[in-house]
């Protein structure tokens, strides 16, 4: 929403948060992932991402999930569920498009 569309919304109060989208690095940390790092068959390290129940996912994959619902920091609080993300996004976008 435009800083002016807020005045309206307030009863002629204007309160303005300015937010930035996640970082990769935040998208990891709101999502409960950690980097790890192994050694590879021939001798070089790879890395991995370890969510909280231990399960190991490629960095690409999660790269590709940060690709797909950019960094929007609601997205963490429906998880990478790719239904409950859409319609969260589908949401902003119509608030802001004004759809």
Known sequence: MLSSEYATYL?????????????????????????????SVLGGTRKQAV?????????????????RFGGMPGIADVGLDQEKAMMLLEGIYATVIGI
Do not use: Q, T, W
């Open 11 to 39: 009863s002629g109060r204007c309160v303005e948060i300015k937010m930035l989208p996640l970082s990769f690095r935040e998208f990891l940390y709101f999502h409960d992932f950690e980097i790890k790092e192994s050694k």
């Open 51 to 67: 969510d909280k129940n231990g399960e190991h996912y490629e960095l690409r994959e999660i790269f590709d999930a940060y690709m």
